[in-house]
């Protein structure tokens, strides 16, 4: 095969794009990875999953020293926050972990090309190369995946500048804590990082036009977790729509039309966190025919991630669902899997979402509403924290299990958690559900004593009490 001649060339090295090339390679296929960053490992690894759980794990750390460690009969002296050293930690484990991928790729001789990639016709791709002394190369290839991720969502009259008003790059890297940090927009990635900031002593507050936070979760979670939140010291403006937002002498103004009436609120700093959008431009796609929402501007794909166009395929947050990396990266390797004709499939009834505030909330399959929509008969088992030993060993009590059942068959339907390491536990109801096992299993397989996870078993047993005795 001649050097510029691939079977497969990937577009983006993200949690989809990188896992897709090890796949391929494994499968035997020659592959190229096309990346237009300096790092591997996409927004995920870069500015997103990795950058934020770390600022989260030291602020939490930070949080506890302040807030919890006397109640455990700790006591010091000249606590202190070097943000400078938490913002380093946070770069290395980045860079860490971008650094393996790297090695990841070498390793599977999986060939990288610094550059920004583009389709010119099916299987070919002109790639500008990051050295911009060279000229740009075209790549051959029999198929193609596109792996280029999304980007933030702006907001109208509000205009990012990179300093005062941010998106979520930026808020992993402020150079000093914001006394006033507004956030427009009560999704995961605002809860998050409002979550480091606030933990490191900024008065947040969250703008949001509907009428409850994480609006995705199951409506009692939710508003569990406004609750715990806002006894942290969030301030949440529910149903509230900004209008405008300036920079004003070093402080960024914000009118935003609440449900008293309009108001006039002053930030150090403003996060606009509102959705991400798929990143299509510049891709080629309209040159080559690919079809794209017409909405949402997600490219269409097939139940074996291939667009429009035959040989050309997409998958992860440029395409539709759940703008997650576990869920990019099951479709790396469905879609690379099916090309080499195995019969592989991602099932989304069974993706887990998380939010790593503290109490953490973890989700998986259908909520309560849902299920009323649907008219689906079901049971609801919920168990709290305050009955969990070790909860209360940690003296973290928040929250509870929720396990949503069959009412008939008793199949696992959902499962939701707010409380302390629901990120861990969600995945025992991830498996339950893949596998179809029954509230009934769930309640009677052993858990280790005292964990966490009996409150999921005990949760199991009352959405089992539900379905045998009705109540
Ligand atoms: P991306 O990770 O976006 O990767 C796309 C890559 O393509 C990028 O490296 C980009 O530079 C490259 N690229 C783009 N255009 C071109 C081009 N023309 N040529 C070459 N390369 C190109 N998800 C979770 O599951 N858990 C979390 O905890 C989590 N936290 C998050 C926190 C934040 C602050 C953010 C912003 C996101 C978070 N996400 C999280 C979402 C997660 O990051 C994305 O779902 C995931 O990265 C999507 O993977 P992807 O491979 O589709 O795209």
Redesign the pocket.
């Given at each position: 095969m001649a050097e510029n001649q691939f079977d497969l060339c990937v577009?983006?090295?993200?949690?989809?794009?990188y896992v897709a090339c090890v796949r391929a390679a494994q499968l035997g296929m020659k592959t190229v990875c096309?990346?237009?960053?300096e790092r591997?490992?996409?927004?995920?690894?870069?500015?997103?999953?990795i950058?934020?759980?770390a600022l989260l794990d030291s602020s939490e750390f930070y949080d506890l020293a302040r807030q919890r460690f006397a109640e455990h009969g700790i006591g010091f002296e000249g606590l202190s926050l070097d943000l400078a050293a938490m913002m380093a930690r946070k770069d290395k484990v980045v860079h860490e972990l971008t650094e393996n991928v790297r090695k990841l790729l070498e390793r599977h001789h999986v060939s990288v090309i610094h550059?920004?990639?583009?389709l010119t016709g099916p299987g070919r791709v002109v790639?500008d190369l990051a050295d911009s002394s060279k000229d740009p190369v075209e790549l051959r290839a029999r198929s193609v995946i596109l792996?280029?991720?999304?980007e933030?969502v702006a907001v109208p009259q509000v205009t990012y500048d990179g300093q005062w008003i941010v998106s979520?790059?930026e808020a992993?890297a402020f150079a000093e804590v914001p006394q006033r940090l507004g956030i427009i927009g009560g999704g995961?990635?605002g809860l998050?990082?409002g979550s480091v900031w606030n933990r490191l002593g900024s008065h947040v507050t969250v703008m949001e036009m509907l009428p409850r936070i994480a609006t995705l979760l199951d409506a009692q979670v939710s508003r569990s977790l406004e609750r715990f939140l806002r006894r942290r010291g969030f301030r949440f403006l529910l149903e509230s729509r900004v209008l405008k937002a300036s920079v004003e002498q070093g402080e960024v103004v914000v009118r935003v039309q609440t449900k008293e009436g309009e108001e006039r609120l002053v930030f150090d700093r403003l996060l606009v966190a509102v959705g991400?959008r798929p990143?299509t431009r510049?891709?080629g796609l309209e040159a080559v025919g690919i079809a794209m929402h017409d909405k949402t501007g997600h490219v269409l794909v097939n139940a074996r991630y291939q667009t429009s166009v035959p040989g050309i395929y997409a998958?992860?947050?440029?395409i539709a669902g759940p703008?997650?990396?576990?869920?990019?990266s099951a479709e790396?390797i469905a879609c690379v899997e099916g090309m080499a004709g195995m019969d592989s499939e991602v099932n989304y009834d069974a993706v887990p979402a998380?939010i790593?505030t503290w109490p953490e909330v973890a989700a998986v399959g259908k909520t309560e509403e849902e299920l009323r929509a649907q008219n689906v008969p079901y049971c609801v088992g919920t168990y709290p924290f305050t009955g969990a030993g070790r909860a209360r060993c940690m003296g973290e009590t928040e929250g509870f299990v929720k396990v949503l059942s069959h009412a008939a068959s008793g199949r696992i339907l959902g499962v939701h958690i707010i409380g302390p390491r629901a990120s861990d536990m969600i995945a025992e109801a991830v498996l339950a559900m893949e596998c179809g096992v029954t509230a009934a299993h769930v309640g009677r397989i052993m858990h280790g004593h005292p964990t966490f996870s009996e409150a999921l078993q005990e949760a199991a047993r009352v959405a089992t009490a539900c379905a045998i005795y009705g109540k």
């Open positions: 577009l983006g090295s993200g949690p989809g794009g096309v990346e237009k960053d591997l490992g996409g927004v995920c690894l870069n500015v997103g999953c950058p934020s759980k550059g920004t990639g583009r790639v792996a280029t991720g999304s933030p979520s790059t992993l995961y990635i998050e990082l991400r990143r510049g891709l998958i992860g947050d440029l703008a997650l990396a576990h869920k990019a790396a998380i790593y």
